[in-house]
């Protein structure tokens, strides 16, 4: 840990030279181009003077076999540490430079890729760890950072590189300067390239090139000459962007400080197959595999990514991953407590313990082979939708002379902080956390009259193959204070009708023309109708009740098995499930103040189970209600 506070004091300290890395090509050209030095018209090139050196034969075979004899001896100005290396060390370099030309690195979906010579580690981790753009002497009292070609920041002192000692220094050459080294540089990986290098995690690392793209650096890159009009690069510098850093984080940035918890090739293969089967979409949607597999991939990594300069308490207490959203409607979501705890797999500490660490030059890299990163924390979350919310409710329509006209009247309410009522006071405040609600009552016109009120929820980003409770949160008619009387204050009776997205669109001509034809039968087919599940006394047989004088926490549905998901992690999927809340009140329940018609929905609360024992075995009440995030 000695060793990491080091590196977080490096990186500081070089944050500010890296201000002076985003200038212009005049500028750099300014500040590195040798300014002070000899004329070098007459100097001999860097690959001239390393070939003039009998100490330094061996880095030369290196650079000629990977092809940087050709940039060592380009007009471009370079900064060059030649290391004095063994002929063991040489051929271990071309060994590897060789190995990964020919293999192919195995994906966790089977497929296989090619290293290319941008990535080839014997050029990253050697070649371009040895060499930086534009000349750089140094004075008896210098000191100063260094950018090197891979992107690493070295200290660069009067008589050393990172510490490293010169053998000889400030040698000018046509093109640049040359150092020697006593040996070679030490490669110190970042997060991202630790993936690659530990045989257990390399197949993430090439997940992560899957998504790689670069642009040329024509500032940076090294340039051989100009043919035929067109320049020429000895080596080209190319910046890299990537869609998993902006969603992720950047992982990649020297000057940054992440956390990888990083899933073994096995354990990503394990839970590739156990969360591939959440993400089953209807058959006409548009890339539908596609869209499951990256889903897959994405609940994988999702929530393995930590950036430690945005922790709390050096994380003793707990540890949030980059989706973790400040927000209370998402409390603790993405959030591991008691991370360097005892690992406890039934309450997610200790989620560090004895996992193996690497120190990387931009943070630390743990190895998981058990499969720490609980989903319910992270991607299969228990969400909520508020009544108020008109993107997931629809109105019924009812035909009226012809006409499709709205079946009921819908008003959004806010209920008030509190109430004294019947001797008891009722504090909405700390009883639905978000106080909103909506006022669902029957609408007549002309000679129609409709005795009942009805609404649509649509539940988003749900899951296929998992157990879902659904509950529905009423709240009493004075709630919203203003022009209610006693005899509104009454229960209602109400039915439920769910239905889920079908996995082909119907043809047959036999659904209700108000009906979305993508779901299930319509409601009116009582095979739809649910049933009071076990354990719930909100009711009885397919008849749910509420109070009337009291916030309702009422289960409509219990361990529900979906079959199609509306996850829309990538991309927009439309909701794949939707209840029909419907009242059942005869005229007379009306006439006689014993029932009333209106519904009032504060909102939809759906919780997710990986199994159907868990989702029966769960009890939801107002002891626990603000726990659900809206989805």
Not at 415 to 421: P, T
Not at 427 to 433: A, Y
Not at 510 to 533: G, K, M, V
């Amino acid at each position: 840990m000695k060793t990491f506070k080091y590196i977080s004091s490096l990186i500081l300290a070089l944050a500010g030279a890296m201000l002076g890395l985003i200038a212009c090509a005049d500028e750099w050209d300014n500040h590195y181009g040798g300014e002070g030095l000899e004329s070098a018209v007459d100097a001999p090139s860097l690959l001239e003077l390393v070939k003039a050196d009998p100490d330094l034969a061996n880095f030369l075979r290196v650079a000629e076999h990977v092809g940087y004899d050709r940039v060592l001896g380009s007009p471009q100005s370079l900064t060059l540490w030649a290391p004095v290396i063994t002929s063991a060390q040489a051929d271990s370099i071309i060994s590897l430079y060789d190995e990964q030309k020919r293999t192919l690195v195995t994906m966790p979906d089977g497929s296989q890729r090619n290293t290319k010579d941008k990535d080839n580690t014997a050029i990253t981790q050697f070649m371009q760890n040895h060499m930086a753009l534009y000349g750089r002497s140094v004075s008896s009292v210098y000191k100063d950072s260094i950018r090197m070609m891979n992107g690493k920041y070295m200290i660069l002192g009067a008589d050393n590189l990172n510490g490293i000692p010169f053998l000889t220094k400030n040698v000018v050459a046509s093109n640049g300067i040359m150092y020697k080294l006593s040996q070679k540089e030490t490669f110190f990986p970042n997060v991202r390239e630790a993936l690659e290098l530990n045989p257990l995690t390399d197949s993430i690392g090439a997940y992560y090139r899957l998504f790689d793209e670069y642009e040329l650096d024509e500032s940076s890159s090294v340039q051989m000459g100009v043919v035929d009009g067109e320049v020429v690069y000895a080596d080209s510098v190319t910046n890299l962007r990537n869609a998993l850093y902006d969603r992720l984080g950047y992982i990649q940035r020297e000057d940054s400080s992440y956390m990888f918890i990083v899933p073994t090739t096995e354990l990503w293969k394990r839970e590739y197959e156990k969360y591939h089967r959440y993400f089953n979409y209807v058959n006409k949607m548009e890339n539908r595999d596609s869209v499951a597999n990256l889903n897959a991939d994405m609940a994988i990594i999702r929530g393995r990514v930590f950036n430690l300069n945005s922790q709390h308490n050096d994380y003793k207490d707990s540890l949030f991953n980059t989706s973790y959203i400040k927000q209370s409607a998402y409390s603790g979501l993405n959030v591991f407590q008691n991370p360097k705890g005892t690992w406890n797999p039934e309450t997610n500490e200790g989620i560090l313990d004895g996992l193996e660490q690497t120190i990387c030059s931009n943070g630390l890299v743990y190895v998981d082979n058990e499969g720490r990163i609980d989903p319910k924390l992270t991607f299969m979350q228990d969400r909520y939708i508020l009544g108020t919310n008109m993107r997931y409710r629809s109105t019924p329509r009812i035909t009226v002379n012809s006409e499709p006209q709205a079946q009921v009247s819908v008003a959004n309410r806010t209920a008030i902080d509190s109430i004294l009522y019947n001797g008891q006071m009722i504090d909405f405040t700390k009883l639905l956390k978000e106080s909103n609600f909506v006022e669902i009552a029957p609408e007549t016109y002309q000679n129609v009259v409709n005795r009942n009120s009805s609404m649509y929820f649509f539940l988003p980003n749900t899951l296929s193959d998992v157990y879902y409770n659904v509950y529905v949160v009423m709240v009493p008619a004075f709630a919203d204070i203003d022009g209610y009387t006693e005899d509104q204050v009454r229960p209602t009776r109400f039915n439920v009708y769910r239905h889920e997205r079908e996995m082909d669109v119907r043809t047959d001509g036999t659904s209700d023309p108000n009906e979305d034809t993508e779901f299930a039968r319509p409601n009116l087919d009582n095979r739809h109708i649910l049933s009071l599940p076990e354990g719930e006394t909100h009711g009885s047989g397919t008849n749910f009740e509420t109070t009337g004088d009291q916030v309702d926490v009422i289960c409509i549905d219990k361990a529900f098995h979906t079959s199609v998901s509306g996850m829309n992690a990538i991309g927009t999927v439309d909701p794949a499930i939707r209840y029909r809340l419907t009242t059942s009140v005869r005229a007379s329940e009306i006439n006689n103040n014993l029932l009333t018609n209106v519904m009032r929905i504060n909102r939809i609360i759906y919780v997710a189970f990986e199994t159907e024992e868990e989702a029966k075995a769960y009890q939801l009440d107002l002891s626990n209600i603000k726990e659900y995030r809206e989805q």
